[in-house]
């Protein structure tokens, strides 16, 4: 499975933006779709998840009410919806794909149990 991400770019602080990550084939069998991010000079941290069979999720308490993650199952894509954006949300941002299936569980933060990742778009946010 190969991962297209794209949507970055530039915006003020309170503003929007929304993220899109495509696979290249389908991805029925793909248990999670997750988001994580990269500051410079931090570590890639998890954002969001999404159980691909039944859409169940999970988001990081930093983000959770203002970022919002989807699917368009006929089009094998995630959407990562990004509202309320912070300064401190600037990021290289990454989809990735892991067959853990249980959001709900640490297990599917982890970006050790991704095993395909997308080349990541980056996201500026100005204050």
């Known amino acids: 499975v190969q991962l297209q991400a794209s949507g970055g770019g530039l915006v003020q602080a309170g503003g929007s933006l929304k993220l899109s990550c495509a696979a290249s084939?389908?991805?029925?069998?793909?248990?999670?779709m997750g988001w994580f991010r990269q500051a410079p000079g931090k570590e890639r941290d998890f954002v969001a998840a999404?159980?691909?069979?039944?859409?169940?999720?999970n988001y990081a308490d930093s983000v959770k009410g203002r970022f919002t993650v989807s699917r368009d199952v006929p089009r094998n894509t995630v959407y990562l919806q990004m509202n309320s954006l912070k300064p401190e949300d600037t990021a290289v941002y990454y989809c990735?794909?892991?067959?853990?299936?249980?959001?709900?569980?640490?297990?599917?933060?982890?970006?050790?149990?991704?095993?395909?990742w997308g080349q990541g778009t980056l996201v500026t946010v100005s204050s």
């Open positions: 999404l159980r691909w069979s039944g859409g169940s999720t």
């Open positions: 084939a389908s991805i029925s069998s793909i248990g999670t």
């Open positions: 990735a794909t892991t067959l853990w299936d249980d959001v709900s569980c640490t297990v599917a933060t982890l970006r050790g149990m991704y095993t395909h």
